[in-house]
């Protein structure tokens, strides 16, 4: 299990081989869906469940300035491994 934090406008590429077996779930704040063809997509609050195996998302992002956070679960880790390796450890900064 895993959390990403993201802050206020906040942006997180999502690659879909390291998410395609995560079940997240917005656990605090609101995110949105970013469409693969960049679109904004649905925005989804807490509580909300959701997969994005074979969605074509391809970014999750914080619409609004308080912090959000999504917490998700994965055989191999999902966004976890992503989002250290890119320097985040486990949070996104806003732009």
């Keep these: 299990m895993w959390t ?3 802050r206020g406008g906040a942006r ?3 690659v879909s081989a ?3 077996d995560a079940f997240d779930v917005v656990t605090r704040g609101r995110v949105q869906l970013e469409l693969h063809d960049g679109e904004p ?3 989804v609050g807490r509580d909300a469940g959701f997969w994005l195996r074979g969605t074509g998302v391809r970014a999750l992002r914080n619409p609004v300035r308080r912090t959000a ?3 998700g679960e994965g055989r191999d ?3 976890a491994a992503a989002v250290g390796a890119a320097g985040h450890r486990g949070s996104a900064d806003g732009p």
């Design 77 to 79: 880790g999902g966004a």
């Design 18 to 20: 390291e998410w395609c």
């Design 4 to 6: 990403l934090t993201l």
């Design 12 to 14: 997180v590429t999502v």
């Design 69 to 71: 956070r999504v917490r």
């Design 41 to 43: 997509g649905p925005v």
